[in-house]
């Protein structure tokens, strides 16, 4: 079973950018579609971005045009490059697959964007 390990958050400022890693014990990026999701207090599991195994991505229109999501295949690591942070942003990040694997969740990492 593939571990993923999510790192790089923390608090910011408003309008502030962080850089969230997601390292796997085994290459698993060049195989599926990979995904950060984003889980907010009192709200629901919502999909913010996505990376295709030929290097399609996608967004949530939430961030769209703030977050870019890329993928290093040598490292096993995906990164979101978070931008212009919004206190709505405030979640734990996590990265899965797309669909994703109950078993593959890991710890997350939060994220604070303070106003």
């Known amino acids: 079973q593939v571990q993923l390990v999510e790192s790089g958050g923390g608090l910011v400022q408003s309008g502030g950018s962080l850089r969230l890693s997601c390292a796997a014990s085994r290459n698993i990026f060049s195989i599926y579609t990979i995904g950060w999701y984003r889980r907010a207090p009192g709200k629901q599991r919502e999909l913010v971005a996505s990376?295709?195994?030929?290097?399609?991505?996608n967004y949530a229109d939430s961030v769209k045009g703030r977050f870019t999501i890329a993928r290093d295949s040598a490292k096993n690591t995906v990164y979101l490059q978070m931008s212009s942070l919004k206190p709505e942003d405030t979640a734990v990040y996590y990265c899965n697959g797309v669909p994703f694997v109950e078993a593959a969740w890991g710890q997350g990492t939060q994220v604070t964007v303070s106003s």
């Open positions: 990376i295709t195994t030929g290097r399609k991505t």
